[in-house]
């Protein structure tokens, strides 16, 4: 299965510095067949660099997109007016969650509109520290995972990638909130045995899951080796093009 490197650049670099950094990029980077590295710049730089981009090289997404097609909804665009711009856009990050209130209603209809206009969507799940503390880490991925996908066939599937980042391990430099890899495999463990109770094994096996929560070039091997994680949701360090370009190379040679 291929792995994925995602850079989430969030709300970072002005249209002209996320060219010149995605340029730098892909100087350093090669076509691999084996991953697919993916880049979120913000909404405004997303047209321009799909002008530019490299599509052997590096791939698109865009951080969030309205379900909607069209209408009147100020601000917000839609996952039809990102057609044919990215091939990936990233629902229900955990900031989208809590700083945008974005609801499970809304993200269940976002998986629905990226598919329905050909952009594959990563999911976002995980619990924040308080639901850890409860003892609630499974029940919150159950409901963001079967919420998430709800509206989804099962041929449908085998085009959406799930990422588990765990709220209370993103963007963290404390060794003691980073996810352990034990955590991790056994999260990922509980995700696929729900879509294997949804779905059917065969897809629960297929389906690419990722690990996000303070990535960098020290622990990415670690966690791209732990079972059942195909690849990285990356924040920060992808906003350093060293640090981003060593995790790929750590996901090359994993690979090989
Ligand atoms: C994220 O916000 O998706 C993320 C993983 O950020 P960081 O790598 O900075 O923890």
Request: aromatic content about 8%; proline content about 3%.
């Amino acid at each position: 299965m291929k792995s994925y490197i995602v850079g989430n650049w969030k709300m970072n670099f002005t249209v002209g510095e996320s060219s010149v950094y995605l340029h730098k990029l892909s100087a350093r980077i090669h076509a691999y067949r084996d991953i697919e590295v993916v880049v979120a710049p913000s909404l405004v730089a997303l047209q321009p660099l799909s002008l530019q981009i490299d599509r052997k090289k590096l791939r698109l997404a865009a951080q969030t997109a309205n379900p909607r097609d069209f209408g009147a909804y100020t601000g917000e665009v839609s996952a039809a007016q990102l057609r044919g711009i990215v091939d990936y856009c990233i629902i229900g990050h955990s900031e989208r969650r809590q700083l945008f209130h974005e609801s499970d209603k809304f993200i269940r209809a976002a998986v629905a509109a990226t598919l329905r206009n050909q952009i594959k969507p990563i999911l976002c799940v995980g619990e924040t520290e308080t639901e850890r503390t409860f003892g609630e880490t499974f029940d919150v991925l159950r409901d963001q995972v079967l919420g998430g996908l709800s509206e989804v066939s099962a041929e449908e599937l085998e085009k959406v990638i799930i990422a588990y980042e765990p709220v209370w391990a993103i963007s963290t430099t404390s060794g003691a909130s980073m996810a352990s890899p034990d955590d991790i495999a056994e999260a990922v463990k509980f995700i696929r045995r729900i879509i294997a109770d949804a779905y059917g094994k065969e897809i629960s096996k297929s389906i690419a899951v990722l690990y996000g929560g303070s990535v960098n070039p020290d622990n990415a091997g670690a966690y791209l080796t732990i079972p059942g994680v195909n690849g990285l949701l990356v924040g920060g360090a992808s906003l350093i093009a060293d640090q981003f370009v060593d995790i790929i190379e750590t996901a090359k040679k994993v690979k090989s």
